[in-house]
């Protein structure tokens, strides 16, 4: 399983990014697909993902719920995270995941990791 995250830059605050992750060697919708960051200072933490079953079912944490929006392009086998009004204590790297089996959805220990990439809010 590869995960190449791009996307990242240094924004203001209120402003947005749009974070794309390049799947291969496992088919995306398939798969718990998931987004998590680790802010400066702080543990990796679990930001929002795709339940691997029929309904797709999206979940957030609370904080960035209604800011933030993951999504998928089957076609490109591809997972995105879409992020608005974004605040300074978004700042961290954002990495995308995949559950270790196809019906787990990835959490901080166990989990295919993307390399991260950078997302600075001032």
């Known amino acids: 399983v590869q995960l190449v995250e791009s996307g990242g830059d240094s924004v203001q605050a209120g402003g947005s990014l749009r974070l794309s992750c390049e799947v291969s060697g496992i088919t995306v919708s398939h798969y718990c697909m998931g987004w998590f960051r680790q802010l400066p200072g702080k543990q990796r933490e679990w930001v929002s993902h795709?339940?691997?079953?029929?309904?797709?079912?999206?979940t957030y944490a609370p904080s960035v719920k209604d800011r933030f929006t993951i999504s998928e392009d089957y076609a490109k086998n591809a997972l995105y995270l879409q992020m608005n009004s974004l605040k300074p204590e978004d700042t961290g790297t954002y990495y995308c995941?995949?559950?270790?089996?196809?019906?787990?959805?990835?959490?901080?220990?166990?989990?295919?990791w993307g390399q991260g990439t950078q997302v600075t809010v001032s």
């Open positions: 995941a995949t559950g270790l089996a196809s019906v787990r959805c990835p959490t901080t220990t166990s989990a295919n």
């Open positions: 795709i339940r691997s079953d029929v309904s797709r079912t999206k």
